[in-house]
């Protein structure tokens, strides 16, 4: 059984960080592409970051671009997602997910992923 888990959410004042985690049992994000996505109240979900499944490429949203850093453990089977100078409208729920493919190319599509994690809010005070 596959599990993605998110931790690392919480409230933060504007221009600080939160270092998010999603942490996989049931596969090996070795061999998925994980992305990053957020949802905001009354808005769609959106892509925010993803690696790519050798580890080797990574790619951000415009609006998160210099902020974000998207990193992987492959020993602890983790993806990380390091969010520095926070804004108000950072304010989501982020949530991970895992795609098993070997294209070269990260997908932005949510509807693309297998696996998704329940997610963890983000808060982000002015």
């Known amino acids: 059984q596959v599990q993605l888990v998110e931790s690392g959410g919480g409230l933060v004042q504007a221009g600080g960080s939160l270092r998010l985690s999603c942490a996989a049992s049931?596969?090996?994000?070795?061999?998925?592409?994980t992305g990053w996505f957020r949802q905001a109240p009354g808005k769609e979900r959106e892509f925010v970051a993803g690696?790519?499944?050798?580890?080797?490429?990574?790619t951000y949203a415009n609006f998160v671009k210099g902020r974000v850093t998207i990193s992987r453990d492959t020993a602890k089977n983790t993806v990380y997602l390091q969010m520095n100078s926070l804004k108000p409208e950072d304010t989501a729920v982020y949530s991970c997910?895992?795609?098993?493919?070997?294209?070269?190319?990260?997908?932005?599509?949510?509807?693309?992923?297998?696996?998704w994690g329940q997610g963890t809010q983000v808060t982000v005070s002015s």
């Open positions: 997910a895992a795609r098993f493919t070997r294209q070269s190319i990260i997908s932005r599509l949510s509807s693309t992923y297998d696996y």
């Open positions: 049931g596969l090996t994000f070795s061999s998925y592409s």
């Open positions: 690696i790519i499944w050798t580890g080797g490429f990574t």
